[in-house]
């Protein structure tokens, strides 16, 4: 299984991002998104299980929304409203025959 992430990059607070990851591979369940601020511990920023429920942080509900395209098999991530608190790397993470695997991860930067 190999993850690829795109969408990052320079975004003024309160702009809009997607970020994307297509999954190569078969058997995969769940599917999200962490991120990394520096300094800090990789977090869970939003996933959706193979049934297609989401799941999300709170300090980014109303503002994110996690989906994804089982034909491309790829997940999406939309960040709205984005606060310079979001300048994080994300990193995709899927679930396949019980074994996770990560993406390489794209630089999200919110400034002015």
């Known amino acids: 299984v190999q993850l690829q992430a795109s969408g990052g990059g320079l975004v003024q607070p309160g702009g809009s991002l997607r970020l994307s990851c297509a999954v190569s591979?078969?058997?995969?369940?769940?599917m999200g998104w962490y991120r990394q601020a520096p300094g800090k511990q990789r977090e869970l920023v939003a996933g959706v299980t193979g049934g297609g429920n989401t799941y999300y942080a709170d300090s980014i509900k109303g503002r994110f929304t996690i989906s994804r395209d089982n034909a491309k098999n790829t997940v999406y991530l939309q960040m709205n409203s984005l606060k310079p608190e979001d300048t994080a790397v994300y990193y995709c993470?899927?679930?396949?025959?019980?074994?996770?695997?990560w993406g390489q991860g794209t630089l999200v930067t919110v400034s002015s």
């Open positions: 591979g078969s058997g995969i369940s769940s």
């Open positions: 993470r899927v679930v396949a025959t019980m074994i996770q695997y």
